[in-house]
């Protein structure tokens, strides 16, 4: 329901966290556990338990195709919407297809047409890249592929970049080998987000690789129901 994300939202921000992941503003038909994206954002812009928090906190939506990133644009417009956004691209053609219903080609094209829109309305944009370490259509990726990827993403202007382990695929030693190799060609944690899953009960080693790598920022979920 609706009330329950608003408390959940509340009660994080009380807790001191400054970047949330609030809501998905993809098509509410395939996807109708965000159907409520909008309100959700009104009534966490009007909480009275936290809205003299939130000018310290970050607020996301997901926005993977042109129509959400819209929708987003729109919302913040209008006062409520979301701080940031985040597009996401996979290593793995198949794998972005099926999750975006663009090939990566025709995906990059939208990114940098929709990229400048979302800035010049205010917005932060960050890039994910999925499926460094695996993936489950297509197997085995090239974590190189996943460096390439991060470089576009900040050249078509992206604030910041999330490295996601799609589905448990990762292990604590491709772990620290991939974010060596990423700290070594761009040199600043700050703009990189770590994403893992504990499919295979690696997720805290994971952390801990990255960590050893020089990574500082760490996505996560609450009660790992995300």
Not at 37 to 49: G, H, P, Q, V
Not at 114 to 138: E, F, H, M, Q
Not at 156 to 172: L, M, N, T
Request: hydrophobic share 40%.
């Amino acid at each position: 329901p609706t009330e329950a994300k608003l408390w959940l939202a509340e009660e994080l921000v009380l807790g001191g966290f400054k970047h949330l992941e609030i809501t998905n503003y993809g098509n509410p038909a395939g996807m109708p556990q965000f159907k409520d994206a909008d309100e959700l954002f009104k009534k966490i812009r009007n909480s009275k338990r936290i809205k003299d928090l939130l000018s310290g906190v970050s607020l996301t939506a997901v926005t993977i195709r042109e129509k959400a990133i819209e929708r987003a644009i729109q919302a913040k417009l209008e006062g409520y919407g979301p701080d940031r956004i985040l597009l996401m691209v996979s290593t793995s053609e198949s794998h972005h297809f099926k999750n975006s219903g663009l090939s990566l080609k025709d995906y990059w094209k939208m990114a940098e047409e929709y990229i400048p829109k979302a800035r010049a309305a205010g917005l932060k944009v960050n890039g994910t890249v999925s499926t460094i370490w695996g993936c489950p259509i297509d197997g085995p990726t090239d974590m190189n592929d996943a460096i390439d990827f991060t470089k576009r993403w900040l050249d078509i202007g992206a604030s910041d970049v999330e490295h996601a382990d799609h589905d448990g695929s990762a292990s604590p030693d491709r772990v620290y080998k991939y974010y060596s190799m990423l700290m070594e060609k761009f040199d600043n944690p700050q703009k990189h987000i770590v994403h893992f899953h504990t499919t295979r009960g690696w997720g805290l080693a994971n952390v801990l690789a990255a960590l050893q790598a020089g990574m500082t920022n760490f996505e996560s979920t609450m009660g790992g129901i995300g």
